[in-house]
C-alpha cells in the first residue's frame, strides 16, 4: 500500500520568504516521489522527481526537495518566493510494480505582496 | 508546450446529453489516465488505461466509461448527463516505468445544467 500526506491545505508566505510545503508518504518499498504544480485553468506540470540516488532533487523555477527515508518525508522549498510561484502544489507517490500513482491533497500557496 | 492535448476546454450542456471528452497525447505513451478535480480539491482517478483495448477502473466510481481502441488516444464518454457530473476532468499519459511522471493535459471544466 502507499498514501502521501500534505500537511496544510493553504499556505501563505511574503514575496522573497522561504517556502516550505510539506509532503510525508508511506511506502512498503522504495518509493518514487513527485512534485506538480497546477496553475489555475490548467493541468499539472512536474516539478521534480525523486527516484533513486542523490537525495536533494532540484526542479525548474528554483524548487528543490529532499527524501529522507528516516523521516518518510519529501518536503518542497525553494529560498525565496516570487508572486509567479501562487499556484496549487501536489505531492505523489509511486513505486515499482504498481501502476497507479498516488496523489496528495494538494497545497495552495499565496504570496503576500 | 502542451504533448497531450483535451478538447473541449471548457463545456456547457443540459442535462440528458451525450457527452465524449476527446484526449490525445503524441508522446506514444502507453498509460493513460483520467481524474475528476472539482476547483481547489484533490485529483481522483476514474479510469485508466495499459494500453490498447486495456481499460480499468479507478479509486472513485464513475458513471463515465472509456474506450482505449489507439495508443495515442483515451477519450471519455458520459452516456446521459447530470449535474453531479459537473466537475473538472484531467487527462493524463506516462510510459509503462512506474517511476516516471505523468503528463497531463490542460483539462475539461464540464458544467450541467
Known amino acids: 500500500a502507499q498514501s502521501v500526506t500534505q500537511l496544510g491545505s493553504h499556505v501563505s508566505v511574503s514575496e522573497g520568504a522561504l517556502v516550505l510545503l510539506r509532503c510525508n508518504y508511506s511506502?512498503?518499498?522504495?518509493?518514487?516521489l513527485f512534485w506538480y504544480v497546477q496553475y489555475p485553468n490548467q493541468g499539472l506540470q512536474l516539478l521534480l522527481k525523486?527516484?533513486?540516488?542523490?537525495?536533494l532533487v532540484k526542479g525548474i523555477n528554483g524548487f528543490e526537495a529532499e527524501f529522507k527515508k528516516s523521516e518518510t518525508s519529501f518536503h518542497l522549498t525553494k529560498p525565496s518566493a516570487h508572486m509567479s510561484d501562487a499556484a496549487e502544489y501536489f505531492c505523489?507517490?509511486?513505486?515499482?510494480?504498481?501502476?497507479?500513482?498516488?496523489f496528495g491533497t494538494g497545497t495552495k500557496l499565496q504570496v503576500i505582496p | 508546450e502542451a504533448d497531450i492535448y483535451q478538447t473541449p476546454r471548457y463545456l456547457v450542456i443540459g442535462t440528458g446529453k451525450k457527452i465524449t471528452l476527446e484526449c490525445s497525447q503524441t508522446?506514444?505513451?502507453?498509460?493513460m489516465y483520467w481524474y475528476q478535480q472539482d476547483p481547489g480539491m484533490e485529483l481522483h482517478l476514474i479510469h485508466y488505461?495499459?494500453?490498447?483495448?486495456?481499460?480499468e477502473k479507478g479509486d472513485l466510481s464513475s458513471e463515465s466509461t472509456v474506450s482505449r481502441i489507439r495508443t495515442e488516444h483515451f477519450p471519455l464518454t458520459l452516456e446521459s448527463a447530470r449535474p453531479s457530473h459537473t466537475s473538472q476532468y484531467l487527462c493524463?499519459?506516462?510510459?509503462?516505468?512506474?517511476?516516471?511522471?505523468?503528463?497531463f493535459g490542460d483539462g475539461t471544466r464540464l458544467s450541467i445544467l
Open positions: 493524463a499519459s506516462s510510459t509503462y516505468s512506474s517511476n516516471q511522471p505523468q503528463h
Open positions: 511506502s512498503s518499498v522504495p518509493p518514487y
Open positions: 525523486y527516484t533513486t540516488g542523490a537525495t
Open positions: 505523489a507517490v509511486s513505486r515499482t510494480g504498481y501502476q497507479k500513482v498516488t
Open positions: 508522446m506514444g505513451h502507453d498509460k
Open positions: 488505461s495499459y494500453g490498447v483495448n486495456s481499460t
